[in-house]
Nanobody, 127 residues
Framework: QVQLVESGGDLVQTGGSLSLSCAAS????????MGWFRQAPGKEREFVAL????????TYADSVKGRFTVSKDDVKHTMYLHMSTLKPEDTAVYYC????????????????????WGQGTQVTVSS
């Protein structure tokens, strides 16, 4: 069993920056890939970014390309999302997810590709 805990959510102004963390813990940590999703009020949850654990390859949603960067710390079993040039439409609850198989690398936006989910952290961007 793996537990994922997000942190770093906050209220920021338009154009500002913010970094999120997702710490993974459990008896046995095995991750092929980890991803970030977000859910805005009244909308479905959507894919944001993914990083593969062994190859360090990344994938981004078009809406965040060039503004968000996903990274990881292998020793700490922690994934990060650095967000810059934030917009009000980035306001959402941000979730991290972990996949034990190759599925996320092939279908990064498919929630069923992931095996574990965190509880989410709120990011609010004021205009």
């Amino acid at each position: 069993q793996v537990q994922l805990v997000e942190s770093g959510g906050d209220l920021v102004q338009t154009g500002g920056s913010l970094s999120l963390s997702c710490a993974a813990s459990g008896r046995r940590f095995e991750a092929y890939a980890m991803g970030w999703f977000r859910q805005a009020p009244g909308k479905e949850r959507e894919f944001v970014a993914l990083i593969t654990w062994r190859w360090n390859t990344t994938t981004y949603a078009d809406s965040v390309k060039g503004r968000f960067t996903v990274s990881k710390d292998d020793v700490k079993h922690t994934m990060y999302l650095h967000m810059s040039t934030l917009k009000p439409e980035d306001t959402a609850v941000y979730y991290c997810a972990l996949g034990n198989t190759m599925a996320p690398s092939h279908f990064p936006s498919d929630e069923s590709s992931y095996d574990y989910w965190g509880q989410g952290t709120q990011v609010t961007v004021s205009s």
